[in-house]
């Protein structure tokens, strides 16, 4: 028992000498411990960054558009109310931001024919926030909003009357009047259009529950991919075709690919500078105390105790850089975040153990060479002041 | 077998074109306390470097506690320098960062385990009792040479080893250091120090002047004639 007793004296005795030979030359700690702490900043910070930014250009995309469309798979067929109930139950609710059903029918107005839409404008919203309203969103019945092209083929405006007509599903002529609230500006085919609400539109039509197809946006960070989504839908909503829309889907994959290859590179490049910047700060460390070595050896240190001391400082200066830097790093990824998207984000704890292992690690690595470098020293030779 | 604790047998050591020991042999005795003496460059510290255990020879034996030096790896010459040998150096080689108290348990660290009641009394016995928590850089130079002297008796070593042990200390130091290098003899200690210092030197009881690399003289220490003439003057 007395030798687990001294053993333990003598492990904390090593442990003391190697807590002094840091704390009692702080101007190389300092040193030493900014580079290891301004790698773990920026380490931590990416990987935030990293975990964060599909969150943050997740939304972004989200304004260019639905990424999924919803459709009948047969030719001319129309979803139903139960399809689209079916279809938005079996997609994730925290990744669905809107579902925006679309009926299409062929009208007349003053004589000139048009393309009259019926749809939900509040979820047009949420699924198409690049559509520019000059006026205003239409908020009651008998409200509409006519495209650009129309606006401009016409002279319809804002506080405009229009009338709509055509025929039912009964084929009994329709008329309807309408006022326009507002212009849309899509910068796409729907500039052509004009626009009433669902429930106007099954009312001139007399058929209800039945739309052309749907747009729905879906964000895909932290859970289910958009094929898996689209997989979902048509095995809960059998006859309903859900397709991609490419365009938008590519580029966001593109994009963030990209992007998170970058940060990688990044963080690859700063790790590699912080092993340099440690490799030659220890390398400094051990020509600074060559003679320390030397005497140790000459008191009979073995080179594994002086190579375990040296190691040891620098684990211990990763651990202390990699708790510091995850601090900082928090800041540093709060910083990047509001002034690039404009939005705060949540720190995730799990990477700060992770950042800690990570430093002290890439510290520890840094350190191998000058130990090695330490371990060869002649007692002898720097004793005599060689 | 030898009852001699060391044995250095035509042992020479060879830099390139300069030969720093030729041919040396000596013998020490368990107990006794030598002093080799030589002019700068005569081979003092070198001869010093081989038998601590630092050094090897070019050519030569060297059999210290019944071993032959040069059957010995380099984990085993680690072990001897650590369990057989206390050194003490001219410019002590303290650790700046560790305080006296631990400086000389820095010594018991390496040999075995740390006691830190044996190490403040070590510091006693050289008087710095109550400089124990003081870093070198606050310690005297008379004082850090005792902590230096502390930190190699530490472990009771068969041969103490002492280069130049006072050339940086004034007279009274020099005394205090002589009188601890005294009691350890009168208590069987095996002593060799290297000293430039006929002073030094007399303290011992043989005398052994290198001169180019070679052993000039081997006399007891009442048979000692100082070469430069300093001793008979004192």
């Known amino acids: ?386 | 077998m030898s009852d001699n604790i060391l044995d250095v047998i035509d042992v020479s050591k060879i830099y390139g074109p300069v030969k720093a020991l030729q041919n040396v042999s000596l013998s020490v005795r368990p107990g006794e306390w030598l002093a080799i003496m030589g002019p700068s460059g005569s081979g003092k510290t070198t001869l010093m470097n081989i038998v601590g255990c630092l050094d090897s020879p070019s050519l030569g034996r060297v059999i210290l506690d019944g071993l032959g030096l040069d059957q010995l790896t380099a984990g085993e010459l680690t072990a001897i320098r650590r369990e057989a040998i206390g050194l003490i150096f001219q410019q002590f080689h303290l650790i700046g960062y560790l305080n006296a108290l631990e400086n000389v348990m820095v010594a018991q660290y390496y040999h075995s385990l740390v006691d830190e009641a044996e190490a403040l009394e070590a510091l006693a016995k050289v008087g710095l009792a109550d400089r124990a928590k003081h870093l070198p850089r606050q310690l005297s130079g008379g004082e850090q040479q005792r902590v230096c002297v502390a930190r190699a008796l530490i472990n009771h070593p068969k041969l103490l080893l002492a280069d130049e042990p006072t050339g940086n200390l004034d007279e009274t130091n020099e005394g205090l250091v002589m009188d601890i290098l005294h009691g350890l003899h009168r208590q069987g200690g095996t002593i060799i120090v290297v000293t430039h210092s006929p002073e030094v030197a007399q303290h011992a009881e043989r005398v052994v002047v290198l001169e180019h690399g070679r052993v000039a003289s081997d006399s007891r220490g009442a048979d000692f004639s100082d070469p430069s003439g300093a001793s008979q003057t004192a």
């Not at chain 1, 301004?38 to 910070?45: D, W």
């Not at chain 1, 620098?314 to 850089?321: K, S």
Request: hydrophobic content about 45%; overall charge positive; some cysteine.
């Open chain 1, 1 to 386: 028992m007395a030798g687990k007793g001294t053993r333990a004296r003598n492990r904390a005795f090593g442990l003391k000498m190697v807590l002094w030979s840091l704390f009692r030359r702080r101007s190389r700690l300092l040193v030493a411990l900014t580079g290891v702490t301004i790698g773990a900043t920026v380490l931590l910070g990416l990987i935030t960054l990293c975990y964060d930014i599909p969150k943050q250009l997740g939304r972004e995309f989200r304004s260019y558009g639905a990424n999924m469309v919803l459709v009948k798979d047969q030719v001319g067929g129309r979803l139903s109310a139960g399809d689209l109930a079916a279809a938005r139950a079996a997609l994730p609710a925290a990744q669905l931001v809107g579902l925006t059903p679309f009926r299409y029918e062929a009208v007349r107005s003053h004589m000139l024919p048009y393309t009259a839409v019926g749809t939900g404008f509040e979820d047009v919203r949420r699924t198409s926030p690049f559509w520019r309203v000059e006026g205003l969103w239409p908020g009651a019945p008998g409200e509409a909003l006519v495209g650009v092209d129309v606006s401009t083929a016409t002279g319809l405006g804002p506080g405009s009357l229009l009338t709509l007509e055509g025929r039912d599903s009964r084929q009994v002529r329709y008329e309807k009047n309408f006022t326009v609230s507002g212009v849309v500006s899509t910068g796409s085919v729907e500039d052509g259009f004009i626009y009433v609400s669902l429930a106007d539109m099954e009312a001139m039509t007399g058929e209800s529950g039945l739309v052309d197809l749907a747009e729905v946006s879906l964000t895909t960070s932290g859970g289910q991919s958009l094929e898996e989504m689209a997989g979902a839908v048509q095995t809960a909503a059998p006859g309903v075709e859900a397709r991609l829309v490419v365009r938008v889907t590519r580029s966001e994959e593109t994009v963030m690919g990209k992007l998170t290859w970058l940060v990688y590179l990044v963080t690859l490049v700063v790790l590699t500078l912080t092993m340099i910047c440690v490799s030659t700060t220890m390398m400094t460390v051990v020509i600074e105390r060559r003679k320390e070595i030397g005497l140790k050896k000459a008191l009979g240190a073995e080179s594994r105790s002086v190579a375990r001391e040296f190691l040891g400082e620098g684990l211990l200066l990763g651990v202390l850089g990699g708790l510091l830097g995850s601090a900082a790093g928090v800041g540093f990824a709060r910083i990047v975040s509001h002034s690039v998207f404009g939005r705060g984000l949540s720190p995730e704890g799990h990477l700060v153990p992770v950042t800690v292992a990570v430093s002290a690690a890439v510290t520890v690595l840094a350190s191998l060479w000058p130990v090695r470098r330490a371990v060869d020293v002649e007692p002898a030779a720097v004793l005599r002041g060689e």
